[in-house]
């Protein structure tokens, strides 16, 4: 059974703890979409890393709209994650149920 993550702080360290992740979501449009993604600043090209990084802007975004900001490895930028519509997330062939 899979295990499951219920909090977005959570589900954050989860993904700043590995090196790639799989996750499946709804856009804000209705429709389903799977990103592989990373928080791992090695894995970023330099011109694509961030030039301020303010945690306090960071868990505001949290904490009011629920959303988290990846690099996206497959489309080569930045996209926000609806954590109260992600439905998966997979690290290491492990899956982790969302629950928002």
């Not at 926000?80 to 149920?97: G, S």
Request: aromatic share 8%.
């Amino acid at each position: 059974m899979a295990e499951v993550i219920d909090d977005a702080i959570d589900f954050l360290e989860k993904i700043r703890a590995e090196d790639e992740v799989t996750i499946k979501f709804r856009k804000k449009d209705g429709t389903e979409r799977i990103m592989r993604c990373t928080l791992n600043f090695d894995r970023i090209p330099d011109a694509d890393k961030p030039k301020d990084v303010s945690l306090k802007k960071i868990m505001n975004l949290i904490r009011k709209f629920k959303h988290i900001h990846v690099y996206d490895l497959d489309k080569n930028g930045w996209r926000t994650v609806p954590f109260d519509r992600a439905e998966w997330m997979d690290i290491n062939n492990q899956r982790y149920r969302i629950k928002a």
